[in-house]
């Protein structure tokens, strides 16, 4: 089953055991799978990280963010 990515389909979403603490952008059909399956996300930035579900506490990812405007604008 593929999923479209859209807008709608990101969130921030925060790595962890991390230097760089931030929320990055994921898609939404990749979280699902990394729950289901327990595999890596990759962030737009293209960060892989096994996410934890800690809510979301840190500033953004700078350059999620700016890809993020660049794809979908904001
Ligand atoms: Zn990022």
Not at 14 to 34: C, L, M, P, W
Not at 54 to 67: V, W
């Amino acid at each position: 089953m593929t999923e479209t990515t859209t807008v709608r389909q990101t969130r921030p979403i925060t790595g962890d055991g991390d230097h760089e603490r931030f929320a990055h952008y994921v898609r939404k059909g990749d979280i699902v799978r990394s729950n289901v399956e327990g595999v890596e996300v990759e962030a737009l930035c293209g960060k892989r990280w096994i996410p934890n579900r800690d809510p979301s506490r840190y500033p953004i990812c700078p350059t999620c963010k700016e890809i993020k405007s660049k794809l979908w604008g904001s």
